[in-house]
C-alpha cells in the first residue's frame, strides 16, 4: 500500500465496550469524510482477550488476530488517537497494545494527532502529556495541537459533538493530520 494514499487509523484508546472514546472515533471519521480522507477505525475492544499472553514476548507473531492489527498500522503513517483519562493517565490497555508491537520500528517517523477525553474539567491533559513521552521515546511525530475534551458527556448527544468549540477544534486538527 502506498503509504501517501493509506488510511489514516484512528484508535479509539479502550476496551471499555460502547465507550465513549467509539464514540468520539465514529465523530472524527465523520470529519475526515467530509475532508475527503480515507480513514479506518481501531477499536481496542477488538484485541484479543488474551493478546498479553498469547501475542507478546516469547509469543510475538504467534497471534493471528494481534499481527492482523499490527499489519494494519504497518500499512500507513498518520493516527489519531482518541484518548480517555484513566486515573490520570491512559489506559492500561492502550499501553499494552503498544508494547506489543515492535520495536523500535512501529511508530518510528509516522505521524499522530492526540484528542483527550474526560469527564473531569481536564480533558485528559496528563494522560495526553504521558502518550506523547511515549511516542517521543519511540520516534512517533506529534501534533502542537492536542485537544482536550473535558466534561465530554455534557457535550455529546445523539452521534454529534453540542460544543461548536470542540466541533471547530476537532475539525481544524483533523486538516492538520491531513496535510501533516
Known sequence: MNLSTAPIVIIAGTNRPG?????IADYYQGI??????????????????????S????????????????SLLEQT??????????NGSYPGVLKAFIDGLPYPNSFTNKKAALVGISSNMQGAAIALSHLNDVFSYLGMN???MRIKLS??????????????????????????????
Open 55 to 70: 501475542a507478546m514476548y516469547e509469543n510475538s507473531g504467534k497471534n493471528e488476530a494481534f499481527n492482523a492489527l499490527k
Open 142 to 144: 506529534t501534533l502542537a
Open 77 to 86: 503513517d498518520k493516527f489519531v488517537f482518541i484518548v480517555p483519562e484513566y
Open 32 to 53: 475526515l469524510h467530509q475532508l475527503n480522507a480515507p480513514s479506518i477505525i481501531l477499536d481496542l475492544v477488538d484485541l484479543p482477550h488474551d493478546f498479553t499472553v
Open 151 to 180: 466534561q465530554i458527556r455534557s457535550h455529546y448527544s445523539e452521534h454529534t459533538i453540542t460544543n461548536p468549540l470542540y466541533r471547530e477544534l476537532l475539525e481544524i486538527q483533523a486538516g492538520q493530520i491531513i496535510h501533516f
Open 19 to 23: 465507550s465513549m472514546s467509539r464514540k
